[in-house]
């Protein structure tokens, strides 16, 4: 039932930074967050994720390279990317999982999540 929106993706060079938000409607219950990504050819991947209690995970490739942060009363999930890498062109999603689903011991698992945004594409160049 809720509705997420991801924007803020585009072009940037290595080295550069991009801030991505994700939008939420209809958000009425609690809900553990996180960001995956998916390169061509590639399986998607859980690279961030924020549990209710503010607890943060991170794969080990970006750890103190991304952070992911909410704004309550906006109700929108950031992504804070920065010196960003060829490696991270992908396309980037916001998910979200009912904390009463028992799943969110699975942060940086792609398949806990069950709601999804529409993505929004990365790309950075050499």
């Known amino acids: 039932q809720v509705q997420l929106v991801e924007s803020g993706g585009g072009s940037v060079q290595a080295v550069g930074s991009l801030r991505l938000p994700c939008a939420a409607a209809k958000y009425t219950i609690a809900y553990c967050m996180a960001w995956s990504r998916q390169a061509p050819g590639k399986e998607r991947e859980g690279v961030a994720g924020l549990h209710t209690d503010g607890t943060t995970r991170y794969t080990y490739s970006v750890k103190g390279q991304f952070t992911i942060s909410k704004d309550n009363v906006k109700k929108t999930l950031y992504l804070q990317m920065n010196s960003l890498k060829p490696e991270d062109t992908a396309m980037y999603f916001c998910?979200?999982?009912?904390?009463?689903?028992?799943?969110?011991?699975?942060?940086?698992?792609?398949?806990?999540?069950?709601?999804w945004g529409q993505g929004t594409q990365v790309t950075v160049s050499s």
């Open positions: 998910a979200a999982v009912p904390y009463n689903s028992g799943r969110c011991n699975a942060l940086l698992e792609a398949t806990a999540f069950t709601y």
